[in-house]
Structure formats: structure tokens, C-alpha cells
């Protein structure tokens, strides 16, 4: 749904009066000042249905409490050579930002391998990058705009994207389900660039499994989508990948300081400098010790596990060679 009615909002906001206090404390974790959006964020993701989005909050705010998400920021990935390993196989970074102020997230969908540390470790880091984006990236741009920005928008490099992917749809399906129970209606959009045929073949039979809102978000660009980018976004924003008349993820240093997934970005280097700072001002109450941070994992809704399996059968299908074309004549990603 497009628009939340405002009775809608007031309703939730009058439930959420009533919490506990403990909870409505990490509810202003949450919200950083911007409590009716956050509302309505979680009123887009269950219809406007107010009793839904209400327990849907609820719900979000208990998990935070009982994986202690609040601290999740003072928990660096030690020792550092295990962060760079989670960093080069887990491919996402800030490129810069839109012309109307949000943020640009690149993913690097097809060359992450996931294959560097345990799960834990990965949505760790997964979620280190969400609450640094909604405690210090998203405020800070609000400030700098002079308005409310709460949402970002993802650019998905499907460079390099193959039958090996069967092996992290587990992953991929977990990490997607903390996102969408716990952090709703985040993305703007989302645009898929590089997208070889195994992604098209794919994305034919997933779409029509998505809830429209979802479907509505996506935008299959052509090649690495810098024509179309160029309209939201200056050069200086783009992601590496998509700054080349070719096509092309580059995981490595070849890119140098424009690779926003290195670990030797920016971006990066504050994230995992305020990680530390936060650290060491908890230190007298936690000790800082190496071992992953370990989050409850909630169980992928009916919507995820059925894309989860229609995804694996459809890449079985390509491994045993039953899934190419005879030709690739034709081949639409955008249409039907």
C-alpha cells in the first residue's frame, strides 16, 4: 500500500503507549527520533492493518531485547583478519547517495561466497550494517537534508552469479527474514544490474511469488545500469561496478579506493572504527573477547520459505542441465 491513514497511525501509536517501559525504550532505539515513520513502516508491511503491525512491532522490539541488538554495535568481529575475510565474502558497501538524500547501498549478489565464517558471523556483520545505517547514516543525512530520511535505496550487482548460489540461499533466506520482521520498508527500491540469464530465468519464476509492494520495488536495469542511475544519483554515487561502459562486480583492489566492499573504503573504516569506539566505552561493563555475536535466527515466514524453495529447484534445474535454453535469443528480464 502506498499511503498509511493517519488513524491507522494514531491507533498503532496509542498501543504502543501502552508497552512496557523496557520496550519502549528500544522503541526510541529504533525510531531515533522519528517515531511516526517507523510507524508507519511497520503499517506498510502488514497492509495497514493496525492489530498486525502491532504485534509485528512488538515482536521486533522482544527480539532485540532478548539477542541484544541495542549493543550489537559495541561487539566488534575479532580478530581483524576474520572481519576483512567476513568483508571479501560478504560483498555490500554505501556508494554515496541519491540526489534526494538517501542512501546508495551496493550488494554484491553474485561474487559473495559466504564461505569465510559461520553464519553467525555473517549476520552479525549483516546487522551491524543495519543499525549503523539507521543510527548514524540515515540521522545523519536527515540532518544534512533537513528532512526526515529513513529509508535507502540498493543497487545488486548479479556479476558473476552462478549454480554455486544453491549452497547460501539458507543463508540469504535468514538474513531476509531479519530484514523483513525487523527492519520493514527500509529500501526504496531496489535495482538489479549485470543480471546474467541464470537471474532472469530465476527472477521469472519468483516474481510472481512476492507481494505486489515488493514486485513494485524492483527495477531489472540494463547491463550495469549506469544510464538509468545516473537519473537518480551523480556520477561520484555509483557504485564501482556500474561506473564502466561494461559490466563487472570487482571484488579486489583493482578498483582501488572507489571499491566501496573493501574494507579499506571509508565507509567501512568508520563502521568498523565506531564499532570499536563503542567497545572500548563498554569495556569497563563487558569486556570485549573474540566469538561471534549470536542473534536469535527467526524462522523464514511462508512468503520466504516458498521463494526459497522454488529458487532451489530452479537452480537444481541449471546444474543438471535441464534449465538453459537452446537459445538465448529473445531473452526479456524485464517483461514477462
Known sequence: MATVAQEAINELQALMDRVEEPLKRIFENVHQGYPKETLVRFLKAREGNVAKAHKMLVDCLKWRAESGIDYILSKPILPSDLYRAVRDSQLIGLSGYSK????????GVGLSTFDKASVNYYVQSHIQINEYRDRVILPSASKRYGRPITTCLKILDMTGLRFS????IKLLTIISTVDDLNYPEKTNTYYIVNAPYIFSACWKVVKPLLQER???KVQVLPGCGRDDLLKIMDYSSLPHFCKGEGSGSGRHSSYGPENCYSLDHPFHQQLYNYIKEQARAREPVQPVKQGSFHVALPEAAEEGSEIAKTLES???????????PDSLDGLKINGE
Open 165 to 168: 548460489a544453491l549452497s547460501q
Open 314 to 324: 530452479e537452480l537444481q534445474k541449471f546444474e543438471n542441465g535441464s534449465g538453459m
Open 100 to 107: 534526494e538524500g538517501l542512501p546508495v547501498f551496493a550488494i
Open 214 to 216: 515488493t514486485r513494485k
